[in-house]
């Protein structure tokens, strides 16, 4: 990344997205976070591995930005991204947690957060952190779908799981997940698994 992490501005902190990745009802499902910005299918191996050095050399620059200047909110969150991108879920949580408590955040700072402690093998802080991106923005879509993959494939709280889904398909019908197929289309394929399982 070549943006100083001095002139890290609040507003590119969150020009991040939260997806979900179904990678197969019946094997499971593999939930994955893309960020803007993150390496296109279209990359070569050689852009690949410079993004890669730029994201390490960012890491180490903001890793001495938060031990000089440890208030920094932006440089926190910047660093939590990029531990994010990097599937370093434990420091993920460590800079995100520090940079929330130096700022109330926002949705998608939570929602970020959610999802670094489901990759951990934490679910029940999991939705906790969605809850309170819920709380902060109630139409936040993102945060609400992944507390239903959490309760249903992590909790086994499936009737949950399609409650609070339903909640984002009345906010916004039109929902899809990653691959394409619709918000109703995955709660029916999840209510079809459900009724096989319990024959």
Do not use: C
Request: zero cysteines; glycine letters at 10%; proline letters at 2%.
């Amino acid at each position: 990344m070549e943006k100083n992490q001095a002139t890290v501005s609040k507003q590119t902190l969150y020009l991040t997205t939260l997806i979900v990745f179904i990678a197969g009802f019946l094997s499971g499902v593999a939930f994955t976070v893309f960020k803007t910005g993150g390496n296109q299918p279209g990359q070569s191996i050689s852009q690949q591995s410079g993004q890669a050095a730029q994201e390490a050399q960012a890491i180490l620059n903001l890793e001495a930005e938060v031990t000089a200047n440890p208030e920094n909110f932006n440089a926190w969150t910047q660093l939590g991204h990029l531990y994010f991108d990097s599937n370093q879920y434990q420091k993920a949580i460590g800079a995100y947690t520090k940079s929330l408590e130096l700022h109330s955040g926002d949705a998608n700072l939570w929602t970020d957060l959610g999802v670094m402690y489901r990759r951990s093998g934490e679910p029940e802080k999991a939705i906790e952190a969605f809850t309170k991106a819920m709380a902060m923005d109630a139409g936040h879509t993102q945060s609400r779908f992944n507390q239903g993959i959490v309760l249903h494939y992590d909790l086994g709280r499936t009737a949950e799981a399609i409650e609070i889904w339903q909640q984002v398909l009345a906010i916004n019908p039109g929902y899809k997940t990653v691959n394409g197929i619709g918000l109703q289309d995955f709660i029916n394929q999840v209510k079809q698994g459900a009724a096989a399982q319990s024959k």
